[in-house]
T-cell receptor
Framework: GNSVTQMEGPVTLSEEAFLTINCTYT??????LFWYVQYPGEGLQLLLK?????DKGSNKGFEATYRKETTSFHLEKGSVQVSDSAVYFC????????????FGKGTHLIIQP | SAVISQKPSRDICQRGTSLTIQCQVD?????MFWYRQQPGQSLTLIAT?????????ESGFVIDKFPISRPNLTFSTLTVSNMSPEDSSIYLC???????????FGPGTRLTVL
């Protein structure tokens, strides 16, 4: 079946540091890949997505590239801010159908000033 | 995106009782889903709410425990039946819009079962 594996948290960084949150997946076919973010006290928000190999999703300074050869979709940001502190979820939706999402366990990111 | 509301936002219930959670969307959507987020855990898909037909349940979830209704394209309910403390979770509905596979989530219903 489908699965998503994320790096364990919490991840603690200083402001302006470079961020990478690793995400790898297992799926048949050609899934769509997503990053969702949950800020403290708020609901789950779509951050970015990619629907095919080599696609790069980007939003709010965050980027992730769909790497089929390594089955990965790592989230990166060049310079994090305190306001980026949140829980980040990697997710996939298997291709070709109208299906729900399979989520990773989430990575809690803490940015210190 | 769509504006999604859920009722109630939270509840504390007694063991053995049932709770119905409502999900309302501000526009017609084809796909609606229900998820559960147990404390400290990720989101797990419970079922797809199909308009005009029975919901499609994921492995480990059954209709007797989580009956779902979808009477139209803007509304769905999830009932958590015969609750036990293990059902304490956040329950979220989501919708897919725009035909691009993007799902948007409601604010969630935080359920505590005593």
């Amino acid at each position: 079946g489908n699965s998503v594996t994320q790096m364990e948290g919490p991840v603690t960084l200083s402001e302006e540091a470079f961020l990478t949150i690793n995400c790898t997946y297992t799926a048949t076919g050609y899934p769509s890949l997503f990053w969702y973010v949950q800020y403290p006290g708020e609901g789950l928000q779509l951050l970015l997505k990619a629907t095919k190999a080599d696609d790069k999703g980007s939003n709010k300074g965050f980027e992730a590239t769909y790497r089929k050869e390594t089955t990965s979709f790592h989230l990166e940001k060049g310079s994090v801010q305190v306001s980026d502190s949140a829980v980040y979820f990697c997710a996939l939706r298997k291709g070709g159908g109208a299906d729900g999402l399979t989520f990773g366990k989430g990575t809690h990111l803490i940015i210190q000033p | 995106s769509a504006v999604i509301s859920q009722k109630p936002s939270r509840d504390i219930c007694q063991r053995g009782t049932s709770l119905t959670i409502q999900c309302q969307v501000d526009s017609q959507v084809t796909m609606m889903f229900w998820y559960r987020q147990q404390p400290g855990q990720s989101l797990t898909l419970i079922a797809t709410a199909n308009q005009g037909s029975e919901a499609t349940y994921e492995s480990g979830f059954v209709i007797d425990k989580f009956p779902i209704s979808r009477p139209n394209l803007t509304f769905s309910t999830l009932t958590v039946s015969n609750m036990s403390p293990e059902d304490s979770s956040i329950y979220l509905c989501s919708v897919e819009t725009g035909g691009r596979g993007e799902q948007f989530f409601g604010p969630g219903t935080r359920l505590t079962v005593l």
